[in-house]
């Protein structure tokens, strides 16, 4: 294999000939167009410029982006170009590149964005992302009112599953969380309540703790992963394939018919999930306590049952519904607002989770407070 | 045509995204049981003005009247009331993945009509059979061909027997046979059951095997060129445009 050369040779009448030698194939050491480009840019500008290219070897795109280059400056600097002297092939693949003129405005310029510019957008998108969850919101009440006096168009086989997928099939992970997590309350009541004498104590903290907080959060957290995740891929993927504009077009309300359901669906078994993360931990409670506690069984479940009032499971259950209402928000919003492309299914579906879970945590605190603060 | 008034009038349509104008001052109208062609360049707006058509996107300005009613300027109501004669074909078929399709067929059956549950399984087997998908009730859309799934949009688009069709790019990543398949199919369904039918396309192939009338939509005026039956267009219209577009980029530049 020869090196690829590259000379350009003055003829006379400020003409200009440029002479390709060797092989020239993409990987190889190959010559920049620097040379023929800086003299087309001199002065005295050359009037013509020509090939020769009988010493060429082989020869692929290395070459014809070079020779693509070479037009450029010469179109740019008003010098004719004779290309009889190139290959029959590189000569077409040089005219196709040009066949189609560049669209006016297509091309992108990126540029340096100025702080306070982005920090206005930001503003901007913020602003409008708030308006358009307002907006949702809005259409979501108007739709769960015709949903419960039953106008809504909807499947009630589809409302069934999801009934289904958010509830019997997400007890086995949420036994798993309750259940260590009234374990670890109860190492937590066992270590520092016996420093008091208080050990049997254990049983208040984490009944108390199960029922009215624990429980509902990680419930809470654990759909929002799960299926708040899920109705946000859904709904995005039916919107990435046009399945919500045919339903749109088939004159139904696709948040009567996708949305609402799904929210109803968690409303109802959110409370219900909860109820049993909290047996579940009370039970994991009991085994700790069992087993590094002098107490029995019975003494155990008594102190238990003592603790707990109805007002925690009330207070319990009605967080575990707004948490459900939330979840089923944040999924369904984000799906409805998802883009056009696979890359966009997946970043609805992380909104999803994490405004899930914010969510779920400003409104547990928000909650905890006003619960404080009528003594519930 | 009998009938004096036309089905379907677009009268100073303007649509733009945002700041950045698509097509302005549309203006076509479109007989009862005419193959109607939104014919154009790439990224001309062609699919755009469909979405205009079926309620998807409001238009900036101008209006879309069906049957001399207006359909932007009416209310919600009307507007639903309106899209329950359309029957649409996506381009990429947009089943829902969820069902089978006899459920897909039966979902607009099962919302808007009171047949029962055996009545509507056999109005979608009907259609499917009309489709050439005769025994594909109980597939999935994943379980089946992309030339199938068309075939089968476009059975779900002729649940209801609507009085206007729309299609979007019906033949686009179908092979020519199939392509010419479903241009028939379009062709037999529109003598048949006299339906219009409104096809964003720019196989030239199926513009004039079956376009009776169309529009020219054009990228660089953003607006339209011509308008009326694609087979004078391409031997007589005055505008090289859309002569040269109709035959291939060959046609002669005779600058009338």
Redesign the interface.
């Known amino acids: 294999m020869s090196k690829a050369a590259l000379s350009v040779v003055e003829g006379d009448q400020e003409s200009l000939a440029v002479t390709l030698s060797g092989d020239w194939l993409l990987g190889g050491q190959l010559p920049g167009p620097d040379p023929v480009l800086d003299r087309l840019r001199a002065s005295p500008k050359p009037t013509s410029l020509a090939f020769d290219s009988q010493l060429l070897g082989k020869w692929d795109t290395g070459l014809v982006k070079t020779l693509v280059a070479i037009n450029q400056s010469a179109g740019a600097n008003g010098v004719q170009v004779d290309d009889t002297g190139l290959p029959a092939g590189a000569r077409q693949l040089v005219t196709l590149a040009f066949a189609v003129e560049e669209r006016e405005g297509a091309r992108r310029v990126f540029r340096q964005k100025k702080f306070l510019e982005r920090v206005g957008e930001s503003v901007m998108a913020g602003l409008e992302s708030a308006k358009e969850l307002l907006t949702f919101t809005g259409e979501l009440a108007l739709s769960c009112r015709r949903f419960l006096s039953g106008k809504a168009t909807y499947q009630r086989s589809d409302f069934w599953q999801y009934i289904q997928e958010a509830g019997a099939e997400a007890l086995p992970i949420v036994s798993l969380i309750c259940f260590l997590i009234g374990m670890i309350f109860a190492f937590v009541g066992v270590m520092q309540l016996t420093l008091f004498g208080a050990g049997i104590y254990t049983a208040d903290l984490v009944a108390v703790a199960m029922v009215r907080e624990m429980s509902a959060i990680m419930t809470g957290i654990i759909m929002a992963g799960r299926t708040g995740a899920a109705y946000a891929a859904q709904i995005g993927t039916m919107k990435v394939n046009e399945e919500i504009d045919a339903l749109t077009t088939l004159g139904m309300n696709p948040i009567d018919y996708l949305v609402t359901p799904r929210v109803f669906a968690l409303i109802v078994m959110m409370p219900l999930l909860t109820v049993y993360g909290s047996l579940m931990g009370i039970l994991g409670g009991t085994v700790v306590g069992l087993a590094m506690l002098d107490v029995t069984l019975l003494q155990y479940v008594t102190q238990t049952i003592q603790s707990l009032h109805l007002n925690s499971l009330f207070g319990g259950l009605f967080k575990a519904i707004v948490y459900g209402i939330l979840i089923a928000l944040a999924g369904c919003q984000q799906g409805m607002a998802c883009g056009n492309s696979a890359l966009a299914v997946g970043q609805s579906t992380t909104k999803a989770v994490v405004m899930g879970i914010v969510y779920i945590v400003i409104s547990a605190s928000v909650l905890t407070i006003i619960y404080i603060n009528l003594g519930i | 045509m009998e009938t004096a008034q036309p089905h379907i009038t677009a009268q100073n349509l303007t649509m733009a995204y945002g700041d950045f104008l698509i097509q302005k001052d549309l203006n076509f109208s479109i007989n009862r049981g005419d193959i109607f062609i939104i014919m154009g360049g790439s990224g001309c707006g062609k699919s755009t003005l469909l979405k205009i058509m079926?309620?998807?996107k409001t238009p900036t300005t101008g209006d879309v009247f069906y049957d001399g009613e207006p359909f932007w300027a009416s209310s919600d109501a009307g507007r639903?009331a309106v899209?329950?004669k359309?029957g649409?074909l996506?381009?990429?078929g947009?089943?829902?993945?969820?069902m089978t399709l006899a459920e897909n067929i039966g979902?607009?059956l099962q919302?808007?009509t009171d047949l029962g549950a055996a009545e509507i399984r056999e109005v979608a087997a009907y259609k499917l059979m009309l489709v050439g998908l005769a025994g594909f009730e109980d597939y999935y859309p994943n379980e089946i061909s992309g030339g199938m799934k068309k075939r089968a949009g476009l059975a779900?688009a002729m649940a209801l027997d609507p009085e206007i069709l729309f299609f979007d790019e019906p033949s686009a990543g179908l092979d020519p046979i199939s392509a010419k398949l479903l241009d028939d199919l379009i062709l037999e369904l529109c003598e048949s059951l006299g339906t219009t039918i409104v096809i964003v396309t720019h196989e030239l192939a199926s513009i004039f095997a079956i376009g009776v009338n169309s529009v020219f939509l054009d990228p660089v005026t953003k607006t339209q060129l011509a308008t009326g039956n694609p087979n004078d267009l391409r031997d007589h219209h005055s505008n090289f445009e859309v002569r040269n577009f109709l035959q291939r980029g060959e046609a002669e530049d005779k600058a009338a």
């Not at chain 2, 947009?94 to 969820?98: D, R």
Request: cysteine-free; glycine content about 4%; proline content about 0%.
């Open positions: 079926i309620g998807l639903e899209k329950r359309f649409t996506f381009q990429s947009a089943l829902w993945s969820s979902l607009a919302q808007f779900r």
